[in-house]
């Protein structure tokens, strides 16, 4: 990667590297390098750092509130869609570094490559730098969405979401059944099918096991708001009324 490509994202992070080999690691992606040079340790340490900068900011500053709310809202804070938001703002995806095939697959735009570097260039910076400069950057990067942040909101992910409405509706908890569906073994491509009973309601697809039972738990909550889960239901118990009578 040139020198200037470098000090661009170094910019749009708003922090220079004293050792720029950590930043070329960081975004350098298991595609490219299989060895331990590619950013698969680093975004270890980048996932532990930040949960740890975010629970000391979240104790700090929502130190009332119980360990639940600052749970929920540390996981509003540091789950794949945020930090997705965070890479597209600093246009991330410019300076992955990848295989061809990769990008030739637009494996630079998918949720799981850029936040994977977002957290790994933060294990840079902390080795770049220690842990009270990294804190400030990721405070900096956070600026916004901390400003937002708001302990009376109700946090919760879409799975507890799904349980809690469908229990609301007296129906069974969801099961969820992932299997591995296609893809390269360094960037499978999962599919989690949603059940309630024996009934497949839902299915959908992601590059991370969670991904994929987040996504499905989401888009059935739509079918809920929808009515189109409680239709779906209807139909099968019609069926087994009709079936009874038919025998």
């Given at each position: 990667m040139f020198?200037?490509d470098i000090?661009k994202?170094?910019?749009?992070?708003?922090?220079?590297?004293?050792?720029r080999?950590?930043?070329?690691e960081?975004?350098t992606?298991?595609?490219?390098s299989?060895?331990?040079d590619n950013n698969q340790?680093?975004?270890?340490?980048?996932?532990?750092?930040?949960?740890?900068?975010?629970?000391e900011?979240l104790f700090?500053?929502?130190?009332h509130?119980n360990e639940?709310k600052?749970?929920?809202?540390?996981?509003s804070?540091?789950?794949?869609?945020?930090?997705?938001?965070?890479a597209?703002?600093?246009k991330l995806?410019?300076?992955?570094?990848?295989?061809?095939?990769?990008i030739?697959?637009k494996?630079?735009?998918?949720?799981a490559?850029?936040?994977?570097t977002?957290?790994?260039?933060?294990?840079?910076?902390f080795?770049?730098?220690?842990?009270?400069?990294?804190?400030?950057i990721?405070?900096?990067?956070?600026?916004?969405?901390?400003?937002?942040?708001n302990?009376?909101?109700?946090f919760?992910d879409?799975k507890?979401?799904?349980?809690?409405?469908?229990?609301?509706?007296?129906f069974?908890p969801?099961?969820?059944?992932?299997?591995i569906?296609?893809?390269?073994?360094?960037?499978?491509?999962?599919?989690?099918?949603?059940?309630i009973?024996?009934?497949?309601i839902?299915?959908?697809?992601?590059?991370?096991?969670?991904?994929?039972?987040?996504k499905?738990?989401?888009?059935?909550?739509?079918?809920?708001?929808?009515n189109?889960?409680?239709?779906?239901?209807?139909?099968?118990?019609?069926?087994k009324?009709?079936d009874?009578?038919?025998?």
């Amino acid at each position: 990667m040139f020198e200037k490509d470098i000090g661009k994202l170094e910019k749009a992070l708003g922090f220079t590297f004293k050792n720029r080999v950590l930043l070329v690691e960081a975004i350098t992606h298991k595609s490219f390098s299989s060895s331990e040079d590619n950013n698969q340790r680093l975004e270890f340490l980048g996932d532990s750092i930040l949960n740890t900068i975010i629970s000391e900011y979240l104790f700090d500053e929502f130190g009332h509130d119980n360990e639940g709310k600052m749970t929920s809202m540390r996981a509003s804070l540091v789950n794949e869609n945020s930090l997705y938001e965070l890479a597209k703002k600093i246009k991330l995806n410019e300076f992955i570094i990848m295989s061809e095939e990769e990008i030739l697959r637009k494996g630079n735009l998918r949720k799981a490559a850029l936040s994977d570097t977002y957290e790994a260039i933060i294990g840079a910076i902390f080795l770049d730098q220690g842990y009270k400069k990294t804190k400030i950057i990721v405070i900096n990067l956070l600026n916004e969405k901390l400003k937002n942040l708001n302990s009376e909101k109700t946090f919760k992910d879409p799975k507890s979401e799904l349980q809690e409405s469908l229990q609301s509706m007296k129906f069974k908890p969801p099961k969820y059944i992932t299997s591995i569906k296609s893809g390269p073994p360094h960037n499978p491509i999962f599919e989690t099918k949603l059940y309630i009973g024996n009934k497949l309601i839902n299915k959908s697809e992601g590059y991370k096991k969670s991904d994929s039972e987040k996504k499905v738990a989401t888009d059935t909550l739509k079918m809920i708001k929808n009515n189109k889960l409680e239709i779906d239901v209807e139909k099968s118990l019609l069926r087994k009324i009709i079936d009874n009578f038919k025998r």
